[in-house]
């Protein structure tokens, strides 16, 4: 019987590791924003932590761009997405 290295079960069809298929990539977002809008010193860009892409954590990002377009303008905030 083979055992799944993730999550320790027995392999099933669905598995990622059944058939010695590779695990998915992971999406990992995180909102970033201008600071140069926000002081005269203008740094470039600064950003949060990466954090991983699922619906609850997604919708908390746009809420978070969407206030913050909302305070500082338009363009200040976005979100990035990398596979980690």
Not at 21 to 47: H, K, N, Y
Request: a positive charge; hydrophobic letters at 35%.
């Amino acid at each position: 019987m083979r055992m799944c290295p993730r999550s320790g079960r027995r392999l099933r069809k669905h598995c990622c590791y059944a058939n010695n298929a590779r695990a998915s990539t992971m999406i990992e977002i995180r909102v970033r924003w201008s600071r140069a809008q926000f002081e005269d010193v203008g740094l470039p860009v600064t950003g949060g932590m990466w954090i991983p892409d699922n619906p609850v954590n997604r919708e908390l990002a746009e809420r978070m761009v969407r206030a913050g377009d909302e305070v500082y303008g338009e363009g200040t905030h976005w979100l990035e997405e990398r596979e980690a």
